[in-house]
């Protein structure tokens, strides 16, 4: 078993859908990254969240520290919001180096017109 | 905004061959990073950096070495290329800090096929 699992790991969407992606890890962490990868391998770090929420326009992150688990929701979902979004686990204390993510597979998410 | 520039976005080597992989960041940072990304796996950690002439091991250091001379170059090596390291390769760079500025940027990547 992996320690940071996605699901779903591919997900169709009608452009307007509300949609969650969800991250569950089993190691102790001190932070949580949420990426953005499109077509062509570019990658964007969307938030980096160590408890409760952040939003960032129409996406938020979410992390529940105790249940080890994360989730992102985009509202209002767009076609040019297809991709593939990846979360990073962020194993140890703050203040080193991020040697130390492990990365989920990533969930390939496509929005129809 | 930070930039991380790759040097080749696309790479076609000979079996044998020495292959450099070179990363510029222009934002000062002292953390960089050289991750592969292959199908079904995910990103996994080659090296990474966190001063210059610093490197540390990542998960599958094995057929790889790095160099950084300069604070701004993160240089990736394949001393003999195989065919297993057909790979998306992706440098990144980070600022230590408070958690608030966390934040990973990456180079758009250079997929490189070893014939």
């Known amino acids: 078993k992996n320690e940071v699992e996605q699901s779903p790991q591919n997900l169709t969407a009608q452009e307007g859908e509300f949609i969650t992606i969800n991250c569950s890890y089993s190691?102790?962490?001190?932070?949580l990254h949420w990426l953005q990868q499109h077509p062509g391998g570019g990658i964007v770090s969307l938030f980096m969240?160590?408890?409760g929420k952040k939003k960032h326009g129409r996406l938020i992150a979410t992390i529940n520290i105790q249940e080890k688990h994360s989730s992102l929701h985009i509202t209002a979902s767009h076609p040019r919001d297809s991709a593939v979004y990846i979360c990073?686990?962020?194993?140890?204390?703050?203040?080193?180096?991020?040697?130390?993510?492990?990365f989920g597979k990533g969930t390939k998410l496509s929005v129809k017109p | 905004d930070v930039k991380v520039t790759q040097s080749s976005r696309y790479l076609v080597k000979r079996t044998g061959e020495k292959v450099f992989l070179e990363c510029v960041q222009d934002?000062?940072?002292?953390?960089m990073f050289w991750y592969r990304q292959d199908p079904g796996l995910g990103l996994r950690l080659i090296y990474f950096?966190?001063?210059?002439?610093?490197?540390e091991k990542g998960d599958i250091p094995e057929g790889y070495s790095v160099s950084r001379e300069k604070k701004e170059r993160f240089s990736l090596i394949l001393e003999s290329a195989s065919t297993n390291q057909t790979s998306m390769y992706l440098c990144?760079?980070?600022?230590?800090?408070?958690?608030?500025?966390?934040?990973?940027?990456f180079g758009s990547g250079t997929q490189l096929s070893v014939l």
């Open positions: 190691v102790g962490i001190s932070a």
């Open positions: 969240l160590s408890s």
């Open positions: 950096s966190y001063d210059v002439k610093m490197k």
């Open positions: 990144a760079s980070s600022q230590t800090g408070y958690p608030t500025n966390e934040k990973l940027f």
């Open positions: 990073a686990a962020r194993r140890g204390n703050y203040g080193g180096s991020q040697g130390n993510l492990i």
């Open positions: 934002m000062d940072h002292e953390n």
